[in-house]
Every structure is written in C-alpha cells, then in structure tokens.
C-alpha cells in the first residue's frame, strides 16, 4: 500500500485493519523504567503511533527544559502516557536550545537534554535535535560577548561537535539552521549572530561540523512560513542547491507548520515538499499546530474546532502524499502545554487534545478513523 494511501484506509476502518497491515512495530512502545505498562495488547491499536506504523514517525514537541519540576512528562501520568504512547519520535520543545544547554562559554548542561532523550529511549522512541544555529534562545553571555570572529566559529564548531557528538546515533533528524531567511527571501543578516560575524558560509560549516559528529542523522534546514511555494521557500530552494552543488551535506528540508485559522490552509503544501524532494532531500513537517481565535478566553465553538481538524488532516495528507517526508511532529499534543496562548495573545486551542487531555476533532483528523460516538440505546434500555 503507498504512503498516501494509508490514512485514507485508516478512515474506513477506524485505523485497525491499515494499522494491522502495515504496523511492524515501531508503535509499540516499552513503557518507561519504574512504572507499569501501558494498558497492553489491543488498546494500544488506538493510538496515532499505531496508525502510523512503520511510514511515517509522528511526533510531539515535548514539554519542559527549564527544571524537572516544571516539566510535565516528569510530573503528570496522562502527559508522560500520551506523550510516550501515543508518538514515535519526540522533539524537545526547548531542551536542545543554546540557552538551556549552555549557562556560560565553558559549561554544557545536559541534565534535561539527556532526562528527554532517556524517556524516549525508554518509549522506544526516535527523536529529532532542535536547534544548532538559530538567532533566537541564544544566551546573553554569547549575543552581547565581544568575540572575534575566529572565537566564535570556534565556540559553534566545539558546540556542534559535542552536541552533536553525545547524541550520535540517536537522533533521526536534525534542525541544523533555523529560520536564517525573512519572509521576503533576504538573509537575517543581522538578527542572526553567526550570519551577521562569519556570513552566510558558516551556515555550509555547520552542516560539515554535524556530518562529521554524527554521520547518521538527517540534517535539515527548518523553518515557518515556508508550506507553501513563496519567496521564503524559494530562497531555501536556491540556497541548498547551491550548497548541494558544492557538497554540503544537507539532507533535508522542513516545514514547521505553525498554522492558524484566520489565514487560509497552504493547498500547495504538498507541492512545496515535493520540489524539495526532486532536489534528493528529505522532507518533515516539525511543528505543527494550528490556532484559532479566542478573544477574552472563550472556549472553541463546534466549526471552530472541525476547521481545525481540517486543517491538520490536510497537513497529515501532504504529508502522506511526497515520498522522503518521513516525519510529522506537532508543536505540543495539548493545549494545557502550548506555546501558543504566550506567543499570540487572544489565539489558542491549536493542539489535538484540550487541557485536560481530551481528544478533540483535529486528533481524529491525523489519526484517520471516525470519532467514536456513543451507540444509540433501544428504547427498552433508556431507563
Ligand atoms: C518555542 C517554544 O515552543 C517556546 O516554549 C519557547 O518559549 C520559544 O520557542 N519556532 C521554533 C521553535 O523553531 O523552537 C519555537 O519554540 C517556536 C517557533
């Protein structure tokens, strides 16, 4: 059965039977040490990791990176069950940033990084690494340092490598260079310390540095505002086939899929990957969510949330439909844990499960299948 194929079967069927065909177990999930399985055997086939299968990873941005007492795959039994059984990779949302990993210029703290990559490990789980260069979560000790520039090509090269290098063989994807363009196309020359001191070369050094540290892993270029074809994703277009003609070692292209409902769904999602992938490259789409309006906290109406679904199952077919777009993460699995409401005041709701852990329209919209309803009673049973 192809790729795009699968879904479309997981909705006829409620996600059992294409799950049974193609499942070859990479959703099956150990639980994790020192606590008791998840509810064994067929109630596992309800899950989006089983709908999956073996096509395509589903992921989640997981939550936390600041303290464990503040990370809630540490703290709440339903985040820590959805986020290990319901997903088949795992992105930290902020662990694998400069600033959490990096206090000052001589210290590396994995405490967190390595607290997720242990929980995926345990859920048997890939996961992917976000982010090397970015110019955004960097910490103030390397915006505002005065380095020359042989310094800081130093200080990301030696990053790099023992990032990189301490994962080695455990990550499936990485976002090497983050958001390097604006909307129209032009370099952030500026906002981007690493393009701004060394220029846009030191971007190809990196991508050789990930190569050498961990020649397994994927490595990508990633960015929002780049589903569809315009000057943002035309300036990767040309950009990677500049650096693939000179032998830089990109992999791969992502989306991030930050969406929202007050603007119309990318139709040319699918379109874009696609000529991404005529390039040789892998696709992903890595952050999805879609939000919606709530002005003064009302909750979501009925067409608000069946739009949304729309808009996820569109992503999940575009997904589905390009050949080498291996990977679909959303940017969190419940809105009790979502960047959004912070970022965009007066928008939210832009995850599968609402804050208390309920499967909404947009779940059923990724995983195929029809939303479960409750039979109808014959009479003689209604009282
Ligand atoms: C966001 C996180 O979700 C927030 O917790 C954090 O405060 C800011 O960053 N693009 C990216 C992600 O590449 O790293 C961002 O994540 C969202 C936009």
């Not at 540490?74 to 949302?93: C, H, M, V």
């Not at 409902?261 to 991404?276: I, K, M, S, V, W």
Request: aromatic share 10%; charged share 25%; proline share 6%.
């Amino acid at each position: 059965m192809k790729r795009r194929e699968i879904l479309t079967a997981a909705m006829t069927t409620g996600g059992a039977i294409a799950g049974l065909t193609l499942g070859t177990g990479t959703a099956t999930a150990a639980p994790a040490a020192g606590r008791p399985p998840a509810a064994p055997g067929l109630a596992k086939k309800d899950t989006l990791a089983f709908a999956a299968g073996s096509e395509i990873r589903i992921g989640t941005a997981l939550s936390g990176a600041w303290a464990p007492e503040t990370s809630p795959y540490l703290q709440e039994g339903p985040y820590r069950d959805i986020a290990g059984g319901e997903f088949t990779s795992l992105t930290a949302e902020n662990h694998m940033k400069w600033q959490p990993l990096r206090p000052d210029r001589d210290t590396f703290d994995f405490t967190e990084a390595d607290s997720m990559m242990d929980f995926a490990a345990a859920n048997g789980q890939v996961a992917r690494g976000h982010t090397l260069l970015w110019h955004s979560q960097n910490p103030d000790w390397l915006e505002e340092g005065s380095f020359s520039a042989e310094e800081l090509r130093a200080i990301l090269r030696e990053h790099i490598e023992t990032v990189v290098g301490r994962y080695a063989g455990r990550i499936h994807q990485w976002d090497v260079a983050n958001e390097i363009f604006h909307e129209d196309g032009a370099l952030r020359a500026q906002e981007n310390l690493w393009i701004r001191e060394l220029g846009i070369g030191i971007v190809a050094e990196a991508f050789h540095w990930a190569r050498a540290a961990d020649p397994q892993a994927q490595l990508f270029f990633n960015d929002y505002n780049v589903d569809g074809i315009n000057p943002k994703s035309d300036a990767y277009h040309a950009l990677i086939q500049d650096l693939l003609a000179d032998g830089v070692p990109v992999d791969g292209f992502s989306t991030q899929g930050h969406l929202s409902t007050r603007y119309g769904f990318p139709g040319d999602l699918a379109e874009n990957l696609q000529r991404f992938a005529d390039l040789g490259l892998r696709t992903a789409i890595t952050e999805l969510d879609v939000r919606m309006d709530l002005p003064d906290g009302a909750a979501p109406t009925e067409e608000q949330l069946a739009q949304q679904a729309e808009y996820y199952r569109r992503a999940t077919e575009a997904a589905l439909a390009v050949e080498g777009c291996e990977s679909l993460t959303v940017w969190g699995f419940t809105d009790a844990y979502s960047w959004v409401p912070d970022t965009f005041p007066g928008e939210g709701a832009a995850t599968l499960l609402d804050e208390e852990y309920r499967r909404k329209p947009a779940y059923y919209a990724v995983r195929g299948g029809e939303r479960p309803r409750r039979p109808s009673r014959p009479d003689a049973l209604t009282h």
